[in-house]
């Protein structure tokens, strides 16, 4: 049968929800955290709630570009865990490993 384009974008919108989930949470965040106290400190007096909002987001896209890094160097290194639990690409879905494809997954 064929899916309709809303099963598949919720189907992909799960998948993205696992990656990040797995991958980005879990870790100390110190970059994410290191861009917000950059805009406090640096803009002092001048702190506005959207200036605030947009260094959270760049801080957390800093921990998604991290979270790339760490899941390449895994498949480089053939590390077997990352934060005590098995790297992404050792995980399994859809009943078969996840390998190689992590790779398209980082990104």
Known sequence: TVCSMDDRLTNIMDYLEDILEYNVLGGKHTRGMLVVLAYKLLNKDRVTPDGLYESQVLGWC?????????ILDDIMDNSLTRRGKPCWYRCHRFGAPIGNAAINDAL
Not at 62 to 70: G, I, K, P, R, S
């Open 62 to 70: 800093l921990e998604m570009f991290q979270a790339y890094v760490l």
